[in-house]
C-alpha cells in the first residue's frame, strides 16, 4: 500500500514536471519564456508575449497535468482500506488521488528537467481542486476573477484565492481535503513571496494584454 501510494506521489510529480509554458513558447517561435518579463514559465508570463491564446493554453495545460495525475489515482485505486493521514481518515482512492495530485503542483513548482526551477503552481492547484472537489474550484475561481477584475493583479488574486480555499474546503469537505488544500496554499503563497514584496511597495506588474519588449 505504501509503495502504491509511492507511485501516485512519483507518477503526479513527473506529470507536473512538465515544463508547458516553456515548451509552448519555444514551439511558437517565442524563445525562452524565462528571458521574458518575471522569468516564470506559467501562464502569467506567457501572457506577457501578447499571445491571449499560448497563455489560455499554458493554463489549461498545466492545470490538467496535475488534475490528470489525481484522476487517474483515484480511479485506478479502490475505495477500501481507510487509511489514517494526519490524524484523519481517508479511503485509499481519495488520499492517493490528493496525493497525487500534490505531488503534480510540486512538480509543477520544482520541475527536475529545469533544475527545479519552475513555475507558482496556481493553476496546477486548480487542476487538482478541480478533479478532486468541484465545487471549491468553482468558488476559488469566482474569488480570483473577482480579484483580478477589481485589483489587475494576478499574483493579489492568486493569494486571495489560494486563502480562501482551505477554508472553504474545511466547511463543504471531508478534513483531509482541507488538509491538502492547507499545504498547497501555503506553497502557493511561499511561492509568491517576491510578488508579496512588491505589492507591498507598490511595484508589483498588473496583469496587461500588451507584448513586452
Known sequence: MITTLLLCALG???????????????LAGYGDIRKIGSGNIGATNVL???????ALLTVLLDAFKAGIAAY?????????????????????NILASLI????????????????????????????????????????ALAVWLTMAIL????????????VAVPLIAFLMCPPVYAVFYGAIALLVIVRHHANIVRLLSGQESKITFKKKA
Not at 506577457?48 to 499560448?54: A, S
Open 72 to 92: 487517474i489515482a483515484g480511479k485506478i485505486l479502490p475505495t477500501s482500506p481507510i487509511i489514517s493521514f494526519c490524524g484523519i481518515d481517508a479511503p485509499l
Open 48 to 54: 506577457r508575449t501578447g499571445n491571449k491564446f499560448l
Open 12 to 26: 503526479g510529480y513527473l506529470a507536473g514536471s512538465i515544463p508547458f509554458g516553456l515548451v509552448l513558447c519555444y
Open 151 to 162: 485589483f489587475r493583479y494576478s499574483s493579489l488574486a492568486a493569494l486571495t484565492a489560494a
Open 100 to 139: 497525487a495530485g500534490a505531488c503534480g503542483v510540486i512538480g509543477h513548482n520544482f520541475p527536475l528537467w529545469l533544475k527545479f526551477k519552475g513555475g507558482k503552481g496556481v493553476a496546477s492547484s486548480f487542476g487538482l481542486i478541480l478533479m478532486t472537489q468541484w465545487p471549491v474550484a468553482v468558488i
